[in-house]
């Protein structure tokens, strides 16, 4: 079970507030992701246990809390950021952990910090900051970060649809993802969207 303290709660009610599409697509990148642990938990592919996943699905739910310090405005922004508004927004990944760490739980520590700080490297090193050695877990976040980013509407365009969204994941067109990690976001994504 997800345990939040106080101030994780507040901040979360915060990001509701200040920015909805942002909150709305960490419950929709949290809920694909604890789908997608219990599907490879149960073909054995991968043996988390209950504390792990807790503390991923949490990851997966405060990945983005460090848009909390970005501008609303490049949030929302309808049109081409900037050089310098891209560099602002790269930063969230580091703001959101160091606005986090205190109230994350030994036991969780590690693996909250790894999805915060690297939620949007890849294996082929397209990345913020071409890291490629990413634990299978942040791989996994990051798979369902890109799907419900791109499925879901944005202020500067509509979703895709479930297929185009997956053309565009397997071509690389976000990245590199492994292949089992999009065998398996098809099958918790094809179940989050019935």
């Known amino acids: 079970m997800i345990t939040m303290t106080p101030k994780l709660k507040e901040m979360l009610d915060e990001l509701k507030l200040s920015n909805a599409e942002t909150f709305y697509h960490s419950l929709h990148v949290k809920n694909l992701c604890c789908k997608m642990i219990r599907l490879m938990n149960e073909d054995k592919v991968t043996n988390y246990t209950p504390v792990e996943i807790d503390a991923i699905c949490k990851g997966a739910l405060l990945h983005d809390i460090g848009k909390l310090m970005v501008k609303n405005f490049i949030l929302t922004k309808d049109a081409a ?69 791109l499925h879901s509407d944005r202020v500067y365009r509509d979703g895709f649809s479930y297929s185009k969204t997956f053309d565009i994941i397997e071509s690389g067109g976000s990245g590199y993802f492994s292949d089992y990690i999009i065998r398996y976001l098809k099958k918790a994504a094809a179940e989050h969207i019935e």
């Open 81 to 149: 950021l900037t050089s310098e508004e891209k560099e602002k927004i790269r930063l969230h990944t580091k703001l959101g952990f160091e606005a986090i760490c205190d109230e994350l739980a030994d036991n969780e520590y590690e693996i909250i910090k790894n999805i915060c700080l690297y939620h949007h490297e890849r294996i082929d090193g397209k990345g913020y900051h071409g890291k490629t050695d990413l634990p299978q877990y942040v791989e996994l976040v990051a798979a369902c970060d890109v799907f419900d980013a």
